[in-house]
Antibody
Framework: QVHLVESGGGVVQPGRSLRLSCAAS????????MLWVRQTPGKGLEWVAV????????YYIDSVKGRFTISKDNSKNTLSLQMNSLRPEDTAVYYC??????????????WGQGTLVTVSS | EIVMTQSPATLSVSPGERVTLSCRAS??????LAWYQQKPGQAPRLLIY???TRATVIPARFSGSGSGTDFTLTISNLQSEDFALYYC????????FGQGTKVEIK
C-alpha cells in the first residue's frame, strides 16, 4: 500500500528556517517525480516544488524560488523541503504528493496527511 | 498560467440527490483534468483523472466528463459521506487547481 507521511511542521518566526520531510513506502520511490503542495484558506491548493524521479532536477513556484529547496533521497525513500527566509504568507498546510504516473503529464496521487507550517512572530 | 474556475462555490443538497459540479479552464487542457475530494482535516483524495476515468475504489456514483475547457463532476444518489469539498486540477500545462466547490447538506 502506497503511504506518504510528512513531518517537520511547526511554528516559526519570519525569516527563520524549517525543514519538512516525507517518508514514502509501498512503491518504487526512485521511479516517480515527487511534489510538495500547500493549501491555505486564501489561495487554496498550489504546488510549491517538484523534483524529478532521480532527484537531479527541481522546479519551484516563483514565490519560493531562492528560498526553498526540494530534495529526494532514493536510498532512504525520503523527500524533503528546506524552507529558508520564511514569510507569513508561507503559512499553510504542506502536503507531500506523488506523481500518479511515471512521467508527465501527471496528476497527484497519493497525498500525505499534511503538516502545518505557521510563520508568525 | 491556466486559471481554473469552479462553480458554484457552494451546493446545498439533500442525500439521495444528484449534483453536478462545474470546472472551466481559461484555455484548453485537453483531457488532462483530475477531480479530488477533500474532507475536513484530511488530504485531497483522487476521484477522477483523464477527465472521466474513476480512480481505484471510487464508487460508480462519481462520474466525470468534458474536454478542452469545460468539465463536470456528477455525483449520483448523494451519500452522507459525499458531503465535502471538491477540487478540479489541470495537469496539461504544469499544474493549477480550482478554488473548490463545497457540497453541503441542505
Amino acid at each position: 500500500q502506497v503511504h506518504l507521511v510528512e513531518s517537520g511542521g511547526g511554528v516559526v518566526q519570519p525569516g527563520r528556517s524549517l525543514r519538512l520531510s516525507c517518508a514514502a513506502s509501498g512503491f518504487t520511490f526512485s521511479a516517480y517525480d515527487m511534489l510538495w503542495v500547500r493549501q491555505t484558506p486564501g489561495k487554496g491548493l498550489e504546488w510549491v516544488a517538484v523534483i524529478s524521479s532521480d532527484g537531479n532536477s527541481g522546479y519551484y513556484i516563483d514565490s519560493v524560488k531562492g528560498r526553498f529547496t526540494i530534495s529526494k533521497d532514493n536510498s532512504k525513500n525520503t523527500l524533503s523541503l528546506q524552507m529558508n527566509s520564511l514569510r507569513p504568507e508561507d503559512t499553510a498546510v504542506y502536503y507531500c504528493a506523488r506523481a500518479a504516473v511515471v512521467g508527465p503529464p501527471y496528476w497527484f496521487d497519493p497525498w500525505g496527511q499534511g503538516t502545518l507550517v505557521t510563520v508568525s512572530s | 498560467e491556466i486559471v481554473m474556475t469552479q462553480s458554484p462555490a457552494t451546493l446545498s443538497v439533500s442525500p439521495g440527490e444528484r449534483v453536478t459540479l462545474s470546472c472551466r479552464a481559461s484555455q484548453s487542457v485537453g483531457s488532462n483534468l483530475a477531480w479530488y475530494q477533500q474532507k475536513p482535516g484530511q488530504a485531497p483524495r483522487l476521484l477522477i483523472y483523464g477527465a472521466s476515468t474513476r480512480a481505484t475504489v471510487i464508487p460508480a456514483r462519481f462520474s466525470g466528463s468534458g474536454s478542452g475547457t469545460d468539465f463536470t463532476l456528477t455525483i449520483s444518489n448523494l451519500q452522507s459521506e459525499d458531503f465535502a469539498l471538491y477540487y478540479c486540477h489541470q495537469y496539461n500545462t504544469w499544474s493549477t487547481f480550482g478554488q473548490g466547490t463545497k457540497v453541503e447538506i441542505k
